[in-house]
């Protein structure tokens, strides 16, 4: 039956066909959400990098950072990225219990989080630094700003997958992804938090 | 084939019952979505086009008044952002809806309620954008609404200064927040289109096989993810210059008014591949079927779109090469913009190629085909001579650039779709276009085309700019003008005369049956137009051209695919399959891969909740745009309860039983 | 492709042997999050304490700022070990989106 | 389309920089064209546009050739019903087309590389004209640093000098454009561009924005009046000596109304009333002059961004309703403020400046 090569590769498939599950889906769309995020923040980590030199009659970095502040929240992150871990571990066993144990941390030590970024925004508005007055100022909210409200849906969408499995009552095999689906979020939202408290913190405060 | 008898059979079939508008509301089906789309994006073409109409009666004469120059201006930016946004690019994701899924065997896209959602929202971004018209002014910058004319009123060392003066500048922020929107949901559609190519793929569909649609399709998305961003925090930066008072744009206040410009064309020059690839797709698809010749050169096909979409990325700077960034970028610049010529050479000779030695049929698809190969090649020419710098400081902001521009947008991209709609309408519609009335209106657009848009090159280079609401009876103008007007009727007659064939065709047009193309794909091998579940059983792929391997090796008819038990030929293969591994987790809505378990093949469920989170954000929208924060809020909130119950309503789906004759 | 039966192993512990694979990927974890953790105090030092020269603080704090970004991708977002089309997906886009927007900040400047 | 770089195109009556604007509408046609260059920048453009135009218009005639060959050879015939050979690709054909390409455009970016550096160079010496450009919503100011001279939409240099442009803008982005002599360079808010051109013969090159600035971007006109080194020079004193003393009792009147109504955004060099440096209400927001400076009106050929002639009715229907002529413009209407005879008057005023 099969004839003399037509495109190269004539023939009946080879090895087995796996449809995709629709976890497997959402776990690709996901990631390249994620991946369109990146380009996002690049846009507008580009932005500030062009624009944080104009600090006009507004404070600048140097004399507003304050680095114990920024280093304290970024432990925070980085401790709700170990707790969120251990949660999906628990939801991969189907440990109801254990899920509870490590999400409701990970939510507490976002909006923690989310809380000293609002002090220290109100500090730095205080100090002078608004989004009108300076570019360095605009820029540096809304780069800063917008991973805020990153962290603050990340907080709403584990809140909102703990209300689900908390009116189950129980975690199914059949959940793992959606844990899977918010951990990478919650990652990724922490890797770009590595890259800010670098690039504008670290870096602003060398000069 | 042993496996066709696995058929069901005696089942009264249960065909799509459901009509009526909140059946279109509420439908997740990717075809329904894709003739959503379809139809929207034909009436934005023409609201365009009459758009189009009226600048070139103004412009039909020297120093003429047919519209006052606040409205020219409102014209000429509604009709790029209506073409470019809410009439190619949707026109391509309708086609992309309605047939990827067929050409790769799949029963839909990965997220079909992701995709409902991204239809409401480019039409509420669609909306919201042409909403300016009424609430207080058109957006009025030009499509690249270039900085810092967009931001309007600003204060200015102390000085509240309006950087727009004359209309209400309004618009600009219809601007900002409608493509949002509109963006919003091209990214999802992205998304949703890469999962679906890259992991529902019939068995035997290896990307080697992969129709060039699906190819570009493929890369298509892959540019609109990693370049709308760009665009998506270049509007959020107007937005907030505009509405909270930031300085990103304003000099005065710090910003860099080449910022915008950077970001945009970061954007806007892959959104032109974003454009034109699902173009050179549909050709790659309607030159074999009409040539009976199997595509030239496929993986050269393949590398020249992977390799145009990765040089998109790189050449954005050529829309800025009179912005002043010296002799180095600009050279830099003009070279990696050259490059881009040879693989799109490589496809245009490979076009040609196909049909040489081949039997081709001239219907009107074909001929749209042809016509798009002699203007894309016009426009990809005046594209290398706008690559080199010196001269485009030249061709560059003239009427030049207006015929490039519109050489590739209509004579490349929209030819494209036009051939894609004289080849796919019967599978869409089930009927046949008149054929007669096409080529009348092949003509009629191809001739009123080259009419209206070729003597734009000649205005340009004798000095008419781009976006000059008049010209002045002392310049030398008049005459192409004229003709270039003239051939507006010409055009127009051609477009009357498509909607004349389209309604004939929907009233009384011939039965289409399944192939009446003699076609190579999987979507010609299902009833025209596809049932809800597109394939009775999934098909198994044997080759590329999968129908006409079986047409020509087979008995005509796609094998099923039979889990466990393969075809006999099936068996001698090892395990070198290249398509990509993914996780057996299992977990439900994993569908059965043929009719033959007995209870029907699982479809998702039609669902209001997209259409609903399309008008929470749409509220959220105007609540931004007229700064009322409880409205705003308001819209916030409801976005996300639908965000949140779409993640969380469970879908039980329900089950089709395929029609007794699938072939 | 691994078909009908899952060939491969899922990602995580497998269900069978929990309290095996609970202890591994927790300590895997923990150790990942210290190791972070020690960056982050790193780099916070040199600039706290002006430790080495400021234009040497660039690259290093760059450098640091990489391992964090490889450590978190490949352990915690499971780029090792999970499907490598999110490795490549995820990767090209963020690399076209760190040069692209580099670029475009050097045009910026160059002005 | 003949891009092929002629002989500088001479026209009757335009070489002459005393021809004003009605006379040109009177020639029919002004050389707004990139395709007869008055100099070197804009003839050496004209021969790049003209190189890549003919290397495409060979590929077209291939590829058309290809196409019409394989339509005219291959197409169905009645009754054949054969089914073509299914050719996979030729690796050697697909080579050649993507080679030669390849190659066609190496040809065309070396030269492309070469002047787009000779073209950047900057200008300098003692033979060099030094301009400022400053695009406002609508118009152009120039100035010139070395002769100390600031004059609005025309500018005069002299044949066979060099002039080395400056461009900035006050407001938002222009492009500026004079065909005949160079291609287009954007004035940019906060980053100033230079280009260079110079005119090889006198003529009177109009231009305009090529960069779209607002509502009345079509009006944005300019025209440079390429004169002899002699009438170059008398143009300078011209303005270097400005009489800006009314004649006439009609003048007197108008240049009451003039240092009343317009001085507080118009200068005139020399008039009593002007100070130096500029009054706050003079400069704009950005430092640049609101409005155009009207010394030596006179001399000019037009008005209002080139778009009027400049006599009086132009002037005073101008004073009347500018926004009827230029929506948007920051020239407020006197319609009702001043009447017909006054405006007249100022006009009187302003005609009789020199």
Same mark, same amino acid.
């Given at each position: 039956?099969?004839?003399?090569?037509?495109?190269?590769?004539?023939?009946?498939?080879?090895?087995?066909?796996?449809?995709?599950?629709?976890?497997?889906?959402?776990?690709?769309?996901?990631?390249?959400?994620?991946?369109?995020?990146?380009?996002?923040?690049?846009?507008?980590?580009?932005?500030?990098?062009?624009?944080?030199?104009?600090?006009?009659?507004?404070?600048?970095?140097?004399?507003?950072?304050?680095?114990?502040?920024?280093?304290?929240?970024?432990?925070?992150?980085?401790?709700?990225?170990?707790?969120?871990?251990?949660?999906?571990?628990?939801?991969?066993?189907?440990?109801?219990?254990?899920?509870?144990?490590?999400?409701?941390?990970?939510?507490?030590?976002?909006?923690?989080?989310?809380?000293?970024?609002?002090?220290?925004?109100?500090?730095?508005?205080?100090?002078?630094?608004?989004?009108?007055?300076?570019?360095?100022?605009?820029?540096?909210?809304?780069?800063?700003?917008?991973?805020?409200?990153?962290?603050?849906?990340?907080?709403?969408?584990?809140?909102?997958?703990?209300?689900?499995?908390?009116?189950?009552?129980?975690?199914?095999?059949?959940?793992?992804?959606?844990?899977?689906?918010?951990?990478?979020?919650?990652?990724?939202?922490?890797?770009?938090?590595?890259?800010?408290?670098?690039?504008?913190?670290?870096?602003?405060?060398?000069? | 084939?042993?496996?066709?008898?696995?058929?069901?059979?005696?089942?009264?079939?249960?065909?799509?019952?459901?009509?009526?508008?909140?059946?279109?509301?509420?439908?997740?089906?990717?075809?329904?979505?894709?003739?959503?789309?379809?139809?929207?994006?034909?009436?934005?073409?023409?609201?365009?086009?009459?758009?189009?109409?009226?600048?070139?009666?103004?412009?039909?004469?020297?120093?003429?008044?047919?519209?006052?120059?606040?409205?020219?201006?409102?014209?000429?930016?509604?009709?790029?952002?209506?073409?470019?946004?809410?009439?190619?690019?949707?026109?391509?994701?309708?086609?992309?809806?309605?047939?990827?899924?067929?050409?790769?065997?799949?029963?839909?896209?990965?997220?079909?309620?992701?995709?409902?959602?991204?239809?409401?929202?480019?039409?509420?971004?669609?909306?919201?954008?042409?909403?300016?018209?009424?609430?207080?002014?058109?957006?009025?910058?030009?499509?690249?609404?270039?900085?810092?004319?967009?931001?309007?009123?600003?204060?200015?060392?102390?000085?509240?200064?309006?950087?727009?003066?004359?209309?209400?500048?309004?618009?600009?922020?219809?601007?900002?927040?409608?493509?949002?929107?509109?963006?919003?949901?091209?990214?999802?559609?992205?998304?949703?289109?890469?999962?679906?190519?890259?992991?529902?793929?019939?068995?035997?569909?290896?990307?080697?096989?992969?129709?060039?649609?699906?190819?570009?399709?493929?890369?298509?998305?892959?540019?609109?993810?990693?370049?709308?961003?760009?665009?998506?925090?270049?509007?959020?930066?107007?937005?907030?210059?505009?509405?909270?008072?930031?300085?990103?744009?304003?000099?005065?206040?710090?910003?860099?008014?080449?910022?915008?410009?950077?970001?945009?064309?970061?954007?806007?020059?892959?959104?032109?591949?974003?454009?034109?690839?699902?173009?050179?797709?549909?050709?790659?698809?309607?030159?074999?079927?009409?040539?009976?010749?199997?595509?030239?050169?496929?993986?050269?096909?393949?590398?020249?779109?992977?390799?145009?979409?990765?040089?998109?990325?790189?050449?954005?700077?050529?829309?800025?090469?009179?912005?002043?960034?010296?002799?180095?970028?600009?050279?830099?610049?003009?070279?990696?913009?050259?490059?881009?010529?040879?693989?799109?050479?490589?496809?245009?000779?490979?076009?040609?190629?196909?049909?040489?030695?081949?039997?081709?049929?001239?219907?009107?698809?074909?001929?749209?085909?042809?016509?798009?190969?002699?203007?894309?090649?016009?426009?990809?020419?005046?594209?290398?001579?706008?690559?080199?710098?010196?001269?485009?400081?030249?061709?560059?902001?003239?009427?030049?650039?207006?015929?490039?521009?519109?050489?590739?947008?209509?004579?490349?991209?929209?030819?494209?779709?036009?051939?894609?709609?004289?080849?796919?309408?019967?599978?869409?519609?089930?009927?046949?276009?008149?054929?007669?009335?096409?080529?009348?209106?092949?003509?009629?657009?191809?001739?009123?085309?080259?009419?209206?848009?070729?003597?734009?090159?000649?205005?340009?280079?004798?000095?008419?700019?781009?976006?000059?609401?008049?010209?002045?009876?002392?310049?030398?103008?008049?005459?192409?003008?004229?003709?270039?007007?003239?051939?507006?009727?010409?055009?127009?007659?051609?477009?009357?005369?498509?909607?004349?064939?389209?309604?004939?065709?929907?009233?009384?047009?011939?039965?289409?049956?399944?192939?009446?193309?003699?076609?190579?794909?999987?979507?010609?091998?299902?009833?025209?137009?596809?049932?809800?579940?597109?394939?009775?059983?999934?098909?198994?792929?044997?080759?590329?051209?999968?129908?006409?391997?079986?047409?020509?090796?087979?008995?005509?008819?796609?094998?099923?695919?039979?889990?466990?038990?393969?075809?006999?030929?099936?068996?001698?293969?090892?395990?070198?399959?290249?398509?990509?591994?993914?996780?057996?987790?299992?977990?439900?809505?994993?569908?059965?891969?043929?009719?033959?378990?007995?209870?029907?093949?699982?479809?998702?469920?039609?669902?209001?909740?997209?259409?609903?989170?399309?008008?929470?954000?749409?509220?959220?929208?105007?609540?931004?745009?007229?700064?009322?924060?409880?409205?705003?809020?308001?819209?916030?909130?409801?976005?996300?309860?639908?965000?949140?119950?779409?993640?969380?309503?469970?879908?039980?789906?329900?089950?089709?039983?395929?029609?007794?004759?699938?072939? | 492709?691994?078909?009908?039966?899952?060939?491969?192993?899922?990602?995580?512990?497998?269900?069978?042997?929990?309290?095996?694979?609970?202890?591994?990927?927790?300590?895997?974890?923990?150790?990942?999050?210290?190791?972070?953790?020690?960056?982050? &105090?790193?780099?916070? %030092?040199? #600039?706290? +304490?002006?430790?080495?020269?400021?234009?040497?603080?660039?690259?290093? /704090? !760059?450098?640091?700022?990489?391992?964090?970004?490889?450590?978190?991708?490949?352990?915690?977002?499971?780029?090792?070990?999970?499907?490598?089309?999110?490795? &490549?997906?995820?990767? %090209?886009? #963020?690399? +076209?989106?760190?040069?692209?927007?580099?670029?475009?900040?050097?045009? /910026? !400047?160059?002005? | 389309?003949?891009?092929?770089?002629?002989?500088?195109?001479?026209?009757?009556?335009?070489?002459?920089?005393?021809?004003?604007?009605?006379?040109?509408?009177?020639?029919?046609?002004?050389?707004?064209?990139?395709?007869?260059?008055?100099?070197?920048?804009?003839?050496?453009?004209?021969?790049?546009?003209?190189?890549?135009?003919?290397?495409?218009?060979?590929?077209?005639?291939?590829?058309?050739?290809?196409?019409?060959?394989?339509?005219?050879?291959?197409?169905?015939?009645?009754?054949?019903?054969?089914?073509?050979?299914?050719?996979?690709?030729?690796?050697?054909?697909?080579?050649?087309?993507?080679?030669?390409?390849?190659?066609?455009?190496?040809?065309?970016?070396?030269?492309?590389?070469?002047?787009?550096?000779?073209?950047?160079?900057?200008?300098?010496?003692?033979?060099?004209?030094?301009?400022?450009?400053?695009?406002?919503?609508?118009?152009?100011?120039?100035?010139?640093?070395?002769?100390?001279?600031?004059?609005?939409?025309?500018?005069?240099?002299?044949?066979?000098?060099?002039?080395?442009?400056?461009?900035?803008?006050?407001?938002?982005?222009?492009?500026?454009?004079?065909?005949?002599?160079?291609?287009?360079?954007?004035?940019?808010?906060?980053?100033?561009?230079?280009?260079?051109?110079?005119?090889?013969?006198?003529?009177?090159?109009?231009?305009?924005?090529?960069?779209?600035?607002?509502?009345?971007?079509?009006?944005?006109?300019?025209?440079?009046?390429?004169?002899?080194?002699?009438?170059?020079?008398?143009?300078?004193?011209?303005?270097?000596?400005?009489?800006?003393?009314?004649?006439?009792?009609?003048?007197?009147?108008?240049?009451?109304?003039?240092?009343?109504?317009?001085?507080?955004?118009?200068?005139?060099?020399?008039?009593?009333?002007?100070?130096?440096?500029?009054?706050?209400?003079?400069?704009?927001?950005?430092?640049?002059?609101?409005?155009?400076?009207?010394?030596?009106?006179?001399?000019?050929?037009?008005?209002?961004?080139?778009?009027?002639?400049?006599?009086?009715?132009?002037?005073?229907?101008?004073?009347?309703?500018?926004?009827?002529?230029?929506?948007?413009?920051?020239?407020?209407?006197?319609?009702?403020?001043?009447?017909?005879?006054?405006?007249?008057?100022?006009?009187?005023?302003?005609?009789?400046?020199?």
């Amino acid at each position: 039956m099969i004839e003399p090569s037509h495109s190269g590769e004539f023939g009946a498939p080879r090895g087995t066909y796996h449809e995709a599950t629709p976890a497997e889906n959402n776990k690709l769309g996901i990631w390249l959400w994620l991946a369109s995020d990146c380009a996002l923040f690049a846009s507008l980590i580009a932005t500030y990098l062009s624009l944080h030199g104009q600090t006009l009659a507004g404070p600048g970095p140097k004399q507003l950072f304050d680095l114990r502040i920024t280093v304290t929240a970024t432990f925070v992150l980085l401790c709700s990225s170990m707790t969120m871990g251990m949660g999906l571990e628990a939801a991969q066993r189907c440990d109801y219990r254990g899920v509870l144990r490590w999400l409701i941390p990970t939510a507490v030590l976002g909006l923690a989080f989310v809380g000293m970024q609002v002090f220290e925004f109100t500090h730095y508005v205080l100090q002078g630094l608004t989004l009108q007055v300076s570019d360095f100022g605009a820029s540096f909210f809304t780069l800063v700003g917008f991973h805020g409200l990153h962290v603050s849906f990340g907080v709403a969408w584990i809140t909102s997958l703990l209300i689900y499995v908390f009116r189950k009552k129980r975690v199914d095999q059949a959940d793992a992804w959606r844990f899977e689906a918010v951990s990478l979020y919650w990652y990724f939202v922490d890797v770009v938090w590595v890259v800010i408290f670098t690039v504008v913190y670290l870096m602003g405060k060398v000069g | 084939m042993a496996a066709v008898t696995e058929r069901l059979v005696g089942t009264a079939p249960r065909t799509r019952s459901e009509s009526g508008v909140w059946s279109w509301i509420t439908t997740v089906d990717h075809k329904r979505i894709g003739i959503l789309y379809l139809v929207t994006s034909l009436c934005f073409f023409f609201i365009g086009g009459l758009e189009a109409f009226l600048m070139r009666l103004q412009l039909a004469t020297p120093d003429a008044h047919v519209v006052s120059e606040v409205v020219f201006n409102e014209l000429f930016t509604m009709h790029g952002l209506t073409m470019i946004f809410l009439a190619i690019m949707p026109m391509s994701i309708g086609f992309i809806n309605y047939m990827v899924p067929l050409q790769i065997g799949a029963r839909d896209v990965a997220f079909p309620r992701l995709n409902a959602l991204s239809y409401w929202l480019f039409l509420a971004g669609g909306l919201v954008l042409n909403s300016g018209w009424l609430l207080g002014g058109a957006a009025n910058a030009g499509w690249y609404n270039y900085a810092p004319i967009n931001i309007g009123q600003h204060v200015i060392n102390g000085v509240s200064t309006n950087l727009n003066p004359g209309p209400d500048s309004m618009g600009i922020t219809f601007y900002a927040i409608g493509l949002q929107l509109a963006g919003i949901g091209t990214l999802m559609s992205g998304v949703n289109f890469i999962v679906t190519i890259v992991n529902m793929r019939a068995p035997g569909m290896t990307p080697m096989r992969l129709p060039l649609f699906v190819w570009t399709t493929l890369i298509t998305s892959v540019l609109i993810i990693f370049a709308f961003p760009a665009f998506t925090a270049d509007l959020f930066l107007l937005t907030l210059d505009r509405l909270f008072g930031t300085g990103f744009f304003n000099v005065a206040q710090g910003g860099d008014v080449l910022l915008w410009q950077q970001l945009f064309w970061i954007f806007g020059h892959p959104e032109v591949y974003i454009l034109i690839m699902p173009a050179f797709g549909i050709i790659s698809e309607v030159i074999p079927t009409y040539s009976r010749k199997t595509i030239f050169g496929y993986s050269s096909m393949v590398f020249a779109i992977v390799a145009i979409a990765f040089l998109a990325f790189m050449v954005w700077s050529h829309h800025m090469f009179t912005v002043g960034m010296g002799p180095l970028v600009n050279s830099v610049f003009a070279a990696t913009s050259m490059v881009i010529a040879v693989p799109t050479g490589v496809k245009i000779f490979n076009w040609i190629a196909t049909m040489i030695g081949g039997r081709i049929r001239m219907t009107t698809s074909m001929l749209f085909a042809v016509g798009f190969l002699v203007c894309f090649v016009i426009g990809g020419m005046s594209g290398v001579m706008l690559a080199v710098p010196p001269a485009d400081y030249q061709f560059n902001d003239s009427y030049f650039l207006v015929a490039h521009i519109h050489y590739v947008l209509i004579g490349g991209a929209l030819f494209a779709l036009f051939a894609g709609i004289y080849y796919w309408f019967p599978k869409i519609s089930g009927r046949m276009l008149d054929e007669h009335l096409g080529k009348w209106s092949f003509w009629l657009i191809f001739i009123g085309f080259n009419v209206t848009f070729f003597p734009m090159h000649f205005l340009g280079v004798e000095g008419m700019p781009r976006r000059v609401a008049s010209y002045p009876a002392n310049l030398d103008l008049r005459l192409w003008n004229a003709v270039a007007t003239f051939g507006v009727f010409i055009l127009t007659a051609g477009l009357i005369v498509f909607l004349a064939n389209l309604r004939k065709s929907l009233r009384s047009g011939q039965a289409a049956g399944a192939d009446p193309w003699d076609g190579r794909g999987l979507e010609w091998s299902i009833p025209s137009p596809a049932p809800e579940y597109n394939f009775a059983a999934v098909p198994l792929v044997r080759g590329r051209d999968p129908l006409w391997v079986e047409k020509t090796y087979g008995d005509g008819h796609m094998i099923p695919y039979v889990p466990g038990g393969a075809a006999p030929e099936a068996e001698a293969g090892g395990h070198g399959h290249a398509a990509a591994e993914g996780h057996g987790e299992g977990g439900p809505g994993g569908e059965g891969h043929g009719a033959g378990h007995g209870h029907g093949i699982h479809m998702p469920n039609p669902t209001p909740l997209p259409f609903y989170l399309a008008i929470a954000l749409t509220v959220a929208a105007y609540g931004t745009i007229f700064k009322v924060p409880e409205i705003m809020v308001l819209g916030l909130l409801g976005t996300f309860f639908f965000v949140f119950r779409l993640i969380y309503d469970h879908d039980p789906g329900h089950h089709v039983l395929p029609e007794e004759d699938a072939g | 492709m691994g078909h009908m039966e899952p060939a491969h192993t899922p990602p995580g512990p497998a269900p069978a042997t929990p309290s095996a694979g609970e202890a591994s990927a927790g300590r895997t974890h923990v150790t990942v999050a210290i190791l972070l953790a020690c960056l982050t &105090i790193v780099a916070f %030092g040199i #600039v706290w +304490l002006r430790a080495i020269p400021t234009g040497d603080m660039l690259p290093v /704090l !760059l450098v640091l700022a990489l391992a964090q970004i490889v450590l978190q991708t490949l352990y915690y977002m499971r780029l090792r070990v999970d499907n490598r089309k999110f490795a &490549i997906f995820f990767g %090209g886009g #963020v690399t +076209l989106a760190v040069v692209i927007s580099v670029f475009a900040h050097l045009l /910026l !400047l160059a002005r | 389309m003949a891009l092929r770089p002629r002989l500088p195109w001479r026209r009757l009556g335009l070489g002459a920089a005393t021809a004003g604007l009605a006379a040109l509408a009177a020639c029919g046609r002004v050389p707004q064209t990139a395709l007869h260059p008055a100099g070197p920048v804009a003839a050496l453009e004209l021969h790049l546009m003209a190189e890549s135009l003919w290397i495409m218009v060979g590929v077209f005639i291939v590829v058309l050739g290809l196409l019409g060959y394989a339509l005219v050879r291959f197409r169905e015939r009645p009754g054949d019903t054969h089914v073509p050979k299914q050719v996979e690709g030729n690796l050697r054909l697909e080579l050649l087309w993507t080679v030669v390409p390849f190659i066609l455009l190496i040809i065309i970016a070396i030269p492309t590389f070469r002047d787009n550096f000779a073209l950047a160079a900057d200008q300098t010496g003692s033979n060099v004209l030094d301009v400022t450009v400053v695009g406002h919503q609508w118009w152009w100011e120039f100035d010139y640093p070395s002769l100390g001279i600031v004059t609005a939409d025309e500018m005069h240099i002299p044949v066979g000098t060099r002039v080395e442009l400056t461009l900035e803008s006050a407001d938002v982005l222009h492009s500026f454009w004079v065909p005949a002599l160079a291609g287009k360079e954007d004035t940019v808010p906060g980053h100033p561009n230079t280009m260079w051109f110079e005119a090889t013969q006198p003529g009177t090159f109009p231009g305009q924005c090529a960069e779209f600035c607002g509502t009345s971007h079509s009006d944005m006109r300019l025209l440079v009046i390429a004169q002899s080194q002699a009438q170059f020079q008398q143009w300078v004193q011209g303005f270097q000596q400005p009489d800006s003393t009314p004649q006439t009792p009609q003048a007197q009147q108008g240049a009451q109304l003039f240092q009343t109504y317009c001085a507080t955004c118009h200068v005139i060099d020399g008039a009593a009333w002007q100070t130096t440096p500029l009054t706050k209400s003079q400069t704009g927001p950005t430092g640049f002059p609101i409005a155009p400076n009207l010394t030596d009106l006179s001399a000019h050929q037009t008005l209002a961004a080139a778009t009027l002639a400049n006599t009086t009715s132009d002037l005073t229907e101008w004073i009347d309703n500018a926004q009827a002529l230029m929506p948007g413009v920051i020239m407020p209407t006197f319609q009702g403020v001043l009447t017909q005879a006054q405006e007249q008057d100022v006009a009187d005023y302003l005609e009789g400046l020199t």
